[in-house]
């Protein structure tokens, strides 16, 4: 016995092209014509701008519930450049940031963020191998995937391994020699350099009179004595929370990380 299958789709191009040639012939237009009339009626249909951009790539959406308090971080990825982009709200005394990781490539080219704080308007150049980041774009797609597949996840940040970094600001960068993925990114703010500080550093609080400039002050001490090298921090600490899924054999696990970022610039005395 033979069954009649309906196919959806192909129904759908023949009502498409039975409308291209009666409104083509009963309007006296070219094809083109009907077509770009056709293009700009989808336009309006609702729904078709959040298709547009999807089209362009999903952004994600991470609950995290820290200290009572519940926010939404977002987070997209760039399969084409090796990146992702993510926006944390201020929260709990932490700075709104938004942030552009471009991972490392297979030739060995280092892999680099671009920082920044929205109060402040400066984006701090970072390299990714010091920052603690666990894994490459792919785990954190699968991370993110995993914890989407839960129902109505909220990551509760009690108990998750915080990786705390602190930076010094070495100087200013040119945007003009970043790659263009970087470069384009939050592109009004100026670009400062960051190294990361010694563990061992003595580090003095967030002062909201601190200025961008180095600020370097004589204090009582002998003359031949090295000098004493201090670190204000320039503004609060952003952070973002990670969730990575790395296959180790037929195990996979998926571990989450809370990333602190402080920016601190020199207060030296000799």
Known sequence: MVRNVFHPCSTMRIYVVLVLCLAGAACAKSVEDVL???????????GAPELGTRAEGDTETVKVSENGVVFAETISFDDANNCETLHVPA??????VDIRHCF???EGKAGKSLYCFSKESECYLLPIEDEGEPAG???????IENFESQSNPVLDAEGIEVHA????????????ELPEVLASFQAD????????????????????????????RQLPGCGNQSPVIKYIARNPSGCE?????TRMGQTTSCPTRHVTDMIFMVKSSS
Do not use: M, S
């Not at 929260?91 to 709104?96: G, P, Q, T």
């Not at 970094?165 to 003009?176: I, K, L, M, S, Y």
């Not at 929370?241 to 899924?245: A, D, E, F, S």
């Open 241 to 245: 929370y990670l969730v990575t899924c």
């Open 104 to 106: 490392g490539d297979e």
């Open 91 to 96: 929260h709990n005394e932490r700075a709104e």
């Open 137 to 143: 774009l792919e785990e954190q797609e699968e991370g």
């Open 165 to 176: 970094n602190n930076w010094v600001v070495t100087g200013a960068a040119d945007r003009a």
């Open 189 to 216: 703010f100026p670009v400062f350099f960051a190294a990361k500080i010694d563990d061992d550093a003595e580090l003095l609080p967030y002062d909201d009179d601190a200025t961008g400039e180095n600020d370097k």
């Open 36 to 46: 770009q009339a056709l293009r700009a009626a989808l336009e309006n249909v609702d």
